[in-house]
């Protein structure tokens, strides 16, 4: 994991490591979507986190989490587009944009594309921008 990275996310509370059969339960869920390579290693050194990063809070879902959390929106017809990986205190959720693969956040009462924020291309650029921003 990038050095950067690890420091940023030294203080979350780690689940463990996601096993190489619930990365490809990932995978194979979204098919249509590449999950960046520094998200799934990520992944492999913490299924799911959460705690402040710099006076920001941040949870980061664990995969089956996210799964469900797509199914769901699906299914109510609302965050097409997204595939939501996290949150803050409940006011934003982050996503993926499916379209390009950036780090987004929407407002957890509007997940529409039209009300996405970038937040970068890499899950680093994610974690400086909601430092600054959030």
């Known amino acids: 994991m990038n050095v950067h990275i690890e420091r940023l996310i030294k203080n979350l509370e780690k689940q463990n490591g996601a096993t190489l059969e619930q990365i490809q339960q990932l995978k194979s869920h979204f098919n249509f979507f590449s999950f960046p390579e520094?998200?799934?290693?990520?992944?492999?050194?913490?299924?799911?986190?959460?705690?402040?990063?710099?006076?920001?809070?941040?949870?980061?879902?664990?995969?089956?989490?996210?799964?469900?959390?797509?199914?769901?929106?699906?299914?109510?017809?609302?965050?097409?587009?997204?595939?939501?990986?996290g949150t803050d205190t409940g006011?934003?959720?982050?996503?993926?944009?499916?379209?390009?693969?950036?780090?987004?956040?929407?407002?957890?009462?509007?997940?529409?594309?039209e009300d996405i924020e970038i937040m970068g291309n890499t899950f680093l650029e994610f974690l400086e921008t909601l430092m600054k921003d959030f």
């Open 38 to 85: 520094e998200y799934i290693e990520i992944l492999t050194q913490m299924n799911g986190a959460e705690g402040s990063i710099e006076g920001t809070y941040l949870t980061l879902y664990d995969i089956n989490y996210i799964i469900e959390t797509y199914d769901f929106f699906k299914k109510e017809k609302v965050g097409n587009g997204l595939i939501i990986f």
């Open 91 to 113: 006011v934003s959720y982050f996503s993926f944009l499916i379209s390009t693969g950036q780090y987004v956040a929407t407002p957890s009462t509007s997940l529409f594309i």
